[in-house]
Each structure stands twice: as C-alpha cells, then as structure tokens.
C-alpha cells in the first residue's frame, strides 16, 4: 500500500476549501442578481453546478435562496429530487427529521427521518430510489 502523503492532502484539502469559498461567493451573487438561473439559458449543467455550489453553502443562504429551488423546480430547469435533498439538508442542519433520507450523519448513519413508514412513498414522487429503512 501507497504511503500517504499527508503534506499533499493537505495542500489538496486547502485548495478545495478556497474553491468552494469562491464558488460560494460567485452563486451567492448570481442568485442575489438574478435568480436561479434558467436552463434554458445557461444549460443543465450550469443550473446543475449552481445547485451543487448552493449544497455547500450556510444554512442562512440555503434559507433565504430556497423559495429559489422551489420556483426552479415549478420550472422545470432543476429535477425534484435536488430540491429534496436540499430541503433534507436544511431541516437535518436545523435539527429536525428529514423527510426524504437523502442526509447521513459523519458517524455514516441515516440522519433521523421524518417518518420512516412513508420515506419511500415520498422519495418516489421525487425520483429518489427507495431507501430499506427499520420502522
């Protein structure tokens, strides 16, 4: 096995940490300025990289650019299931249940669900595959 070179992840983990910091800085502004952007102008893969950068945002911007998701889901440019995910990310960093199981604890565990019996009935309506969850 390959010796790690623990001086290299760490010059890797900083370099992330500043992109995301950038990244953060320029979806704040292009969601401040102008919305969630329309895939049908900027492409799937723009309105999706927008999406991921937002993932990593603070609870705060997730909170104020969420009616955003929303409307860009209504609109057909970001598919539902994103929304969930995010939607799971916000109650789960607020403390509450998730509704859709799209979240895992640092220990590698499920975080705690909404309703566990119902899980899969609404990671369907989203295009989530079913989840095998304990009642």
Partial sequence: MQKVNKR????????????????LILVNKIL??????RRSQVGEMAALAV??????????QQQIFLPQMEE???NGDVAPF??????????VREGR???????IAPDGKLCPLLDASR?????QEVGL???EVSN
Avoid: C
């Fill in 97 to 103: 249940p998730q509704k859709y199981g799209t979240q």
């Fill in 51 to 60: 999406w991921m950068v937002f993932q990593h945002n603070s609870l705060e």
């Fill in 119 to 123: 899980v899969n009935e609404w990671r």
């Fill in 72 to 74: 860009a889901v209504r």
């Fill in 129 to 131: 595959p079913p989840l």
């Fill in 32 to 37: 401040s300025e102008g919305g969630f952007p």
């Fill in 82 to 91: 994103y929304l969930a995910m995010l939607k799971d990310r916000i109650d």
């Fill in 8 to 23: 290299l992840l760490e010059k890797l983990a900083r370099r992330a940490l500043d992109t995301d910091s950038t990244n």
